[in-house]
């Protein structure tokens, strides 16, 4: 247990090492939302490789992490902003947006819409398909 223990704790540092640079590509916003003047965090996204990777970290806020944790409560019109976070250069992002518009298309006409409209570099694709929310 003490092995596991060290490992998430060296992982933490890294990401923390990160933070900066984070900061400095996010402009102190959410990556997913563009929320700015709130708490954020970094959030791998899945599947993690062994060593964190900046390409694959994102700068979120909390409620961004909380729809990422528990994607059943995600709730319709709110989301607006994953029609624009889709548009990305960052690959990352669009995984995000992709995985959480995969979730809302179920329900909400606006999210099927955006997908219908989307076009994603096959290995971003492959990505976002890697690990569903």
């Known amino acids: 247990m003490a092995k596991g223990y060290e490992l998430h704790q060296a992982r ?3 990401l ?3 933070g900066k640079d984070l900061a400095r590509r996010a402009k102190s916003k959410c ?8 708490s954020l965090k970094p959030y791998e996204v899945p599947p993690v490789r062994a060593e964190p990777e900046m390409d694959r970290t994102l700068l979120l806020c909390d409620q961004c992490c909380e729809m990422l944790e528990h ?3 995600l709730g319709g019109r709110g989301w607006q902003c994953l029609a624009e976070a889709i548009w990305s250069e960052m690959p990352a992002v669009q995984v995000v947006a992709w995985r959480l518009l995969q979730v809302l298309a179920t329900r909400e006409d606006w999210a099927r819409e955006v997908l219908d409209e989307v076009f ?3 290995e971003v694709e492959a990505w976002a398909r890697a690990e569903p929310l």
Do not use: F, K, N, R
Request: a negative charge; glycine letters at 16%.
């Open 120 to 122: 994603l570099d096959p």
């Open 31 to 38: 990556e997913i939302s563009g929320a700015a003047g709130v």
């Open 12 to 14: 933490m540092m890294a």
């Open 16 to 18: 923390q090492g990160m």
């Open 71 to 73: 994607p059943d409560q």
